[in-house]
């Protein structure tokens, strides 16, 4: 049974960061694409972040690039969203994703 349980986000003025972590099981990871999306109020899922297996190819949203940056630990089955220069435009939930199956999601908020 594949899992991807979330951890972090939260608050954070404009300019500042935040890091997300997903913790995933239940399939074999090191193999796997794993991407971030997110999800403002009234606007579609949107996809902002994908690494390949091994890390060895990353893309982006082209609003996010040079801010953000995604990255896994395939010993321990880890993916990260770091976020840096956050906007309020950035004011989503957050989800990890492989394939059909999703974290439980994340609220950040980018407010002074």
């Known amino acids: 049974q594949v899992h991807l349980v979330q951890s972090g986000g939260g608050l954070v003025q404009p300019g500042g960061s935040l890091s997300l972590s997903c913790a995933a099981s239940?399939?074999?990871?090191?193999?796997?694409?794993m991407t971030w999306h997110r999800q403002a109020p009234g606007k579609d899922r949107e996809l902002v972040a994908r690494?390949?297996?091994?890390?060895?190819?990353?893309t982006y949203k082209d609003s996010v690039k040079g801010r953000f940056t995604i990255s896994r630990d395939d010993a321990k089955n880890m993916v990260y969203l770091q976020m840096n220069s956050l906007k309020s435009e950035d004011t989503a939930v957050y989800y990890c994703?492989?394939?059909?199956?999703w974290g439980q999601g994340t609220q950040i908020t980018v407010s002074s």
């Open positions: 994703n492989v394939g059909i199956y």
């Open positions: 239940g399939f074999p990871f090191s193999s796997a694409f």
């Open positions: 690494i390949s297996p091994r890390g060895t190819t990353t």
